[in-house]
């Protein structure tokens, strides 16, 4: 089992070395080894996705990344941006299945800016189609405008659109998870505007007769970013686009109230797969040592779990990270009057000591 290690910036570097430390204390032999990405590939190396860390991707079983990104690299041409090199991964690697749960922990439920009622027990997993849609399409530029509302005016352009194999692709992997859990699945479209969300919902429902036990609603964006904060445990699996995914899964992941706590899975066909945090690089607390490690070292237990074939040790760590919580231990993003203050560190010392 081969792991590419890629810390990326700012808390990314402080967050997974706890989460490698989890690793390390689970008795299981893998071989780790480390790339820079993001910012800190463009510092050494001129560019965010170096060849070398792309091929070491490319030959690993699963990466555990951190997050990359910081201000200070805003005015850099976009192929030169940290954010290419997330990108640049999930297309290169053809990690179309991106998994992001939304689980509201028992000891967090106040942690919400909603009423504990409405999110207690919450358990949604949104998943996001990763390689397609407005985020890829071509062709896509800056040009002068030959027709339109300003004809000779300056516009830039993008293309939104989705073949019926990666729709179809998609929808299997949402069906196939429900079947696990909830057996519910909402699909969220724009089929009221847009022809490619048209297509979308048709072939929903075409793989939907295929799952029968599995209950099928389609829901239009605008009204699921409403229901998501009206109504949130109506929901099971989300299943969408790229855009619409980035989006509504941001706005999931605030209703746990603790981002810090969410790990990501981005899949391919051949179940290898980039694991993550849901939060980003956090710039404006990188290394200071306060930076949340758990949601990273959940996502290792992701890792372990769909990329790795280690279920058990994915359900030693996940136990152990609610065992810490119960302990009262939180990282400042957490915390709460009387529970106890702890940084990044011990945080990632007590879950391996849970771990025991
Ligand atoms: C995410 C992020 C990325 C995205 C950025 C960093 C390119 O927001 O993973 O949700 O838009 O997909
Ligand atoms: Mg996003």
Excluded at 272 to 296: C, F
Aim: hydrophobic share 45%; charged share 25%.
């Amino acid at each position: 089992m081969k792991i590419a290690v890629l810390p990326g910036d700012g808390i990314g570097t402080e967050i997974v070395a706890e989460a490698v430390k989890v690793l390390h204390v689970l008795g299981l032999s893998f071989e780790m080894e480390t790339a820079l990405v993001g910012g800190a590939a463009y510092e050494a190396h001129g560019h965010p996705l170096p060849d070398a860390t792309l091929k070491l991707a490319q030959s690993a079983d699963a990466i555990l990344f951190g997050a990359v990104g910081d201000w200070k690299y805003d005015k850099l041409e976009r192929a030169l941006r940290p954010e290419q090199a997330i990108l640049g991964l999930r297309k290169n690697l053809g990690l179309f299945a991106n998994f992001r749960p939304a689980i509201c922990y028992e000891q967090l439920v106040d942690a919400s800016s909603l009423k504990p009622e409405l999110i207690a027990g919450l358990d949604i997993l949104i998943i996001r189609e990763l390689t397609g849609d407005i985020y890829f399409g071509q062709p896509r530029g800056r040009r002068v405008a030959t027709d339109g509302h300003f004809p000779g005016a300056e516009e830039a352009f993008d293309t939104m659109r989705y073949s019926r194999p990666e729709i179809e692709r998609i929808a299997h992997v949402a069906f196939q998870a429900a079947r696990k859990r909830g057996k519910h699945v909402t699909s969220v479209d724009k089929a009221n505007v847009l022809e490619t969300f048209q297509l979308w919902k048709d072939v929903l429902t075409e793989i939907g007769k295929e799952y029968p036990d599995v209950t099928l609603d389609h829901m239009y964006v605008d009204n699921a970013a409403m229901q998501l904060v009206k109504k949130p445990k109506f929901f099971d699996v989300v299943v969408t686009g790229n855009m619409f995914g980035d989006i509504l899964s941001d706005e999931a992941a605030m209703l746990t109230g603790s981002i810090g706590m969410l790990p990501s899975a981005s899949l391919n066909s051949k179940n290898q797969g980039l694991y993550e945090p849901s939060h980003g690089s956090a710039p404006d607390i990188a290394g200071k040592g306060v930076a949340n490690p758990l949601a990273t070292i959940l996502s290792a237990a992701m890792m372990l779990r769909f990329s790795l074939n280690q279920a058990e040790a994915a359900d030693r760590i996940e136990v152990a990270v609610k065992k810490v919580l119960a302990q009262g231990l939180r990282t400042p993003d957490i915390y709460s009057e009387g529970t106890t203050k702890v940084g990044t560190r011990e945080m990632g010392e007590a879950v391996v000591k849970a771990l025991g």
